[in-house]
């Protein structure tokens, strides 16, 4: 098996340290590289290591906030406001969802990791039942997949399609698909939106 080893650095606000159970990535192990005061108010840096990269499924330690609900884990930069309204969106629809700013860098990393192509990216990128679901993706094709279970790494609206949650502006709406990422890379139809 191909042994990937890589490092990455990502800010973290001190408040982060305290969820210890957040996995962002299984095969992650964090380790505290350097923490500042937090007093202070002055960021944590910590250390990702990534060993064992490979195309399977991320599971991540599910976290149950809210009894009956799947805990959605995004990742995502910190000055994307449609980011934010996907997950306004996503929390509108009863998930509990756990938001973690990052560089885009380590954005990448990320996508690469779970398996999305540049073809297949948008711009966050979320974890949820041990499925990712990448973009502007409806609550309602995540509560599906979640129903479904389909052998898959999950769901992708490639790009940012007007109209797709957290992409509205006024009545303009561009119809788009839902894609369901194969394990081997490919993709099929998994809903249309008009």
Request: aromatic share 8%.
């Amino acid at each position: 098996m191909f042994r990937l080893i890589f490092t990455i650095f990502i800010l973290w606000s001190s408040a982060s340290l305290a969820d210890e159970t957040f996995e962002p990535i299984p095969g992650v192990t964090v380790e505290q590289a350097r923490t500042y005061d937090a007093d202070k108010g002055q960021p944590t840096k910590l250390e990702f290591r990534i060993e064992n990269a490979s195309s399977e499924v991320m599971k991540l330690t599910e976290i149950s906030t809210h009894a009956g609900t799947k805990p959605v884990h995004v990742y995502k930069s910190p000055t994307c406001g449609c980011c934010s309204a996907w997950i306004e969106h996503l929390e509108q629809a009863n998930f509990s969802v756990t938001a973690k700013d990052v560089d885009q860098d380590v954005l990448w990393a990320i996508k690469e990791k779970a398996g999305i192509t540049s073809e297949l990216s948008s711009c966050h990128t979320a974890f949820v039942g041990g499925y990712l679901v990448e973009g502007h993706v409806p609550a309602s094709d995540v509560k599906r997949l979640l129903a479904e279970r389909p052998d898959a790494i999950g769901l992708t609206v490639p790009e940012m399609p007007v109209g797709s949650p957290g992409m509205e502006m006024g009545d303009r709406r561009d119809p788009y698909n839902t894609l369901l990422v194969l394990k081997d890379g490919s993709t099929e139809l998994f809903q249309r939106h008009f």
